[in-house]
Nanobody
Framework: QVQLVESGGGLVQAGGSLRLSCAASGSIFSINAMGWYRQAPGKQRELVAHITRGGSTNYADSVKGRFTISRDNAKNTVYLQMNSLKPEDTAVYYC?????????????????WGQGTQVTVSS
């Protein structure tokens, strides 16, 4: 079994900062791409930032220059540093990872999701 556990969400004033963390645990063979998504009330889930195992990143236009994604492969953890937060950043943030596990029949790769962490930015 694989679990992704997020932490670091909360309430912050506009212009403030938060740092989200997501740690993967379980019978992990390797972790490939990792990312952060968010879903605001009444809206579809959207990609915020994405990072490959090698460290290549891409961001949603709305967060470029304000958010930074990083990862620690030794700790199976991905981070999202969020600066200059705006009220429109308010959403539930979800961690995502494409993880390979060792099964009895061989290696298997699947998308895994965290439970989500609430980020609320007040104006």
């Amino acid at each position: 079994q694989v679990q992704l556990v997020e932490s670091g969400g909360g309430l912050v004033q506009a212009g403030g900062s938060l740092r989200l963390s997501c740690a993967a645990s379980g019978s992990i063979f390797s972790i490939n791409a990792m990312g952060w998504y968010r879903q605001a009330p009444g809206k579809q889930r959207e990609l915020v930032a994405h990072i490959t195992r090698g460290g290549s990143t891409n961001y949603a236009d709305s967060v470029k220059g304000r958010f930074t994604i990083s990862r620690d492969n030794a700790k199976n953890t991905v981070y999202l540093q969020m600066n200059s937060l705006k009220p429109e950043d308010t959403a539930v943030y979800y961690c995502n990872a494409y993880i390979t596990t060792a099964q009895a029949m061989g290696l298997r790769s699947l998308d895994y999701w965290g439970q989500g962490t609430q980020v609320t930015v007040s104006s």
